[in-house]
Nanobody
Framework: VQLVESGGGLVQPGGSLRLSCAAS????????MSWYRQAPGKERELVAI????????NYPDSVKGRFTISRDNAKNTVYLQMNSLKPEDTAVYYC??????????WGQGTQVTVSS
């Protein structure tokens, strides 16, 4: 099983980034996919989740209206479009795949830094 995140980097406040997570080694279209983030000294937090079919998404208030999660089941890839970025969005962003609460996979993370 592999989840490989990409697309992180340094961006100015108000800017945008698109993260990608390429999955392999499991049946992607059976898994709900999520993005989490962890800032230094803070707990890991959920920032977006999408159902296995892509029909349902959910976000915490901190990113709602700014972040959009999507998936392409033909490409085994999940995306996180991040707009209007703020310094407090700075964190390592992780991709997660979960099914039935028994199968839970994580990527290695990608750094997002929002700074002028």
């Amino acid at each position: 099983v592999q989840l490989v995140e990409s697309g992180g980097g340094l961006v100015q406040p108000g800017g945008s980034l698109r993260l990608s997570c390429a999955a392999s080694g499991f049946t992607f279209n059976r898994y709900a996919m999520s993005w989490y983030r962890q800032a230094p000294g803070k707990e890991r937090e959920l920032v977006a989740i999408i159902s296995s079919t892509g029909r349902t998404t959910n976000y915490p208030d901190s990113v709602k209206g700014r972040f959009t999660i999507s998936r392409d089941n033909a490409k085994n890839t999940v995306y996180l479009q991040m707009n209007s970025l703020k310094p407090e969005d700075t964190a390592v962003y992780y991709c997660n795949a979960q099914m039935d609460s028994r199968y839970d996979y994580w990527g290695q993370g990608t750094q997002v830094t929002v700074s002028s």
